[in-house]
């Protein structure tokens, strides 16, 4: 008991550091207060084809004006992870200071420089910067199409950018940035071209609080259309819920009452008369499965990508996650992951041995790579595509080195003291009956009772109610629109689990009535199956609502939602066995069995 207080303080602390690391995820130090003509930090971040989001390049790849002093500014793990590499900008902002056309340098670009920013001008390059820790961006350069066929079209460069900058007293509290429509480099031909580069700033005051100032990027998700439309998938989802889980709801409860009392008449009645049905088969029922290690090393995993989930909702509701609060997300999601392990450990190994396995070191290594191997081998290879595509997406070895070392000197020991904890535990499975000493034959069932049609049927009516926000959710993660309802998120998560966990109970119950008594397995995979369906609209998503497009973009898009639909399987699986197992339990109880 003393063991298991001090590792959950020890839990607690770090959980806690773990928050005010997350807190202080910003790009300066400073209290962002300045005087008049003070340097306001302006941080060049990366470039990129506006549709492909993880194909982003530093922002000097392209051959603009490097400034005189050019230096890169530390990051946190989570921006690393993120893509962001910032330097500082050939601009200079001083604090309530206009500025009218000023000049930057002049470039001599080469053909094979202008050849660099034709190319980029056609795959609709962006930019992004951080201006006080503000995010501005815009496109490098147009397109002039007047020709229908594409040799004719006519590419063109900005070589003038206009900052407008809003100020409350001696904050920053906004930027816009545009560019002049009239001074272009033309980069059609292959030849060299001398471009003037220069800017513009204007500085005006507002009344907006500091405070508020980034409220503008979080409204554009909580306008009122778009809020209608959430708010729809909300009703539209509690409506297919209500209706399908009210018709299974009641058939399934007047099924069993009408079980109940025919097998309390048959008790009273005819002691010797044969029994059908799910009473037939108690004796079989708790059973235990097949590959229990890995079966129990699924559960493990699963409860803590549940936790994972939880807490990063948590944060989320808080305020952590406000938009533009760079690599929060990520830094979150590797220092809970590392934390929750122990979460796992126990989970798995206390299950492994309530299941009367062994060999539990065996288990929690599986429990420890079940996740994190394929994730780890995804990563590998999608970092070696980055690394060929010189791409900001490719991790620094520095940040491998300090994951890997995360993973090794706090994941790895709280897995295994986790798994200690569960070792000792000395919990016992509670079965209602008991166990046969050999199993029943299961009768020959039609096709539709077989996994594959049953997990068919078990992840449709999950996805039903979650797909209309899967877009929204989509087009943030894997695309620039923001996403700052996390309310009405938590909502359809927490519908999510209701019908997974009831869909998945009547699916068992079925089953258990066809006289199949291997449950165990089927209930994991059917409460899982969300988690092919939310793939398989993935592929949906790619081809029909998305314009990405290139070998990176199509395998980091596809490798890593493969990673996290394994993550919902495993989740989801959890949460539909629990489930099942609290029902089976429940009427196996409610009878009496010889």
């Known amino acids: 008991m003393r063991n298991l207080f001090s590792s959950s303080s020890s839990f607690c602390l770090l959980l806690f550091t773990a928050f005010a690391a997350l807190s202080a995820v910003r790009s300066d130090s400073s209290d962002h207060r300045y005087k008049q003509g003070d340097i306001v930090p302006l941080y060049a971040n990366k470039v990129g084809p506006f549709h492909n989001p993880s194909e982003t390049y530093r922002y000097f790849d392209l051959p603009f004006c490097p400034p005189v002093d050019l230096k890169e500014k530390k990051e946190a793990l989570g921006e690393v992870l993120n893509g962001d590499r910032l330097v500082s900008a050939p601009y200079v902002l001083e604090f309530q200071r206009d500025k009218e056309s000023v000049h930057v340098c002049d470039a001599k670009l080469s053909k094979k420089d202008v050849a660099r920013f034709r190319s980029a001008v056609r795959k609709d390059y962006y930019f992004q910067m951080y201006y006080d820790d503000l995010p501005i961006w815009g496109f490098i350069g147009k397109v002039d199409k007047e020709g229908k066929d594409p040799s004719e079209y006519r590419y063109f460069l900005y070589k003038h950018i206009h900052f407008d900058v809003f100020y409350n007293k001696d904050r920053v509290i906004e930027i816009n940035v545009r560019t002049d429509p009239n001074a272009l480099v033309d980069l059609t031909e292959d030849a060299e071209v001398n471009a003037e580069f220069q800017y513009t700033v204007k500085w005006k005051e507002t009344n907006t609080p500091f405070e508020k100032r980034m409220d503008k990027y979080s409204q554009s998700s909580s306008l009122p259309h778009h809020l209608e439309i959430h708010w729809f998938s909300i009703i539209n989802s509690c409506v297919t819920v209500l209706l399908l889980t009210g018709f299974l709801t009641t058939i399934l409860m007047r099924v069993l009452k009408n079980d109940f009392v025919k097998y309390a008449h048959d008790e009273e009645t005819a002691e010797d008369q044969e029994e059908t049905g799910w009473k037939y088969i108690h004796g079989d029922v708790f059973r235990f499965p097949k590959f229990k290690s890995l079966f129990a090393a699924a559960l493990g995993s699963g409860t803590q990508l549940f936790t994972l989930t939880l807490f990063i ?64 081998l995804t990563f590998c290879f999608l970092n070696t595509v980055a690394i060929a595509y010189k791409a900001t997406a490719a991790l620094p070895f520095g940040t491998i080195v300090v994951i890997v070392l995360i993973w090794t000197l706090v994941t790895s020991p709280l897995l295994v003291l986790g798994g200690i904890a569960g070792k000792n535990s000395k919990v016992e499975f509670q079965a209602p009956v008991r166990t046969t000493k050999y199993p029943r034959e ?100 790619y081809y029909a609502r998305s314009d990405m497009s290139g070998f990176m973009q199509t395998s980091f898009f596809f490798g890593y939602m493969a990673c996290i639909c394994y993550g919902f399987f495993l989740m989801l699986g959890t949460v539909g066995f629990r489930a099942a197992l609290l029902f089976v339990r429940h009427i196996y109880r409610s009878i009496k069995c010889e």
């Not at 948590?314 to 809970?336: E, K, S």
């Not at 008594?517 to 059917?526: A, D, K, N, Y």
């Open 313 to 376: 909702f948590i944060l989320a509701l808080v305020g952590v996650f406000y938009p533009y609060n760079r690599g929060a997300l990520f830094t979150a999601l590797v220092v809970i992951y590392a934390l929750t392990s122990g979460i796992a450990g126990y989970t798995a190994t206390s299950f492994y041995c309530q299941l009367e396995g062994t060999n539990w070191v065996r288990n929690l290594l599986l429990t420890g790579c079940l996740f994190c191997g394929p994730l780890f």
């Open 442 to 541: 299961i009768p020959p069932l039609p096709w539709y009772r077989g996994p594959i049609p049953q997990m068919a049927m078990a992840g449709f009516l999950p996805f039903s109610a979650i797909y209309i926000e899967l877009y929204y959710i989509f087009a943030s993660v894997w695309g620039h629109r923001i996403y700052t309802i996390y309310s009405i998120l938590f909502i359809v998560f927490i519908i999510l689990l209701i019908v997974t966990a009831f869909i998945t109970v009547a699916l068992t119950y079925f089953q258990l009535a066809a006289e199949d008594h291997e449950w165990w397995w089927r209930s994991f995979l059917c409460g899982g199956s969300t988690g092919l369906f939310i793939y398989a609209y993935c592929l949906y998503y």
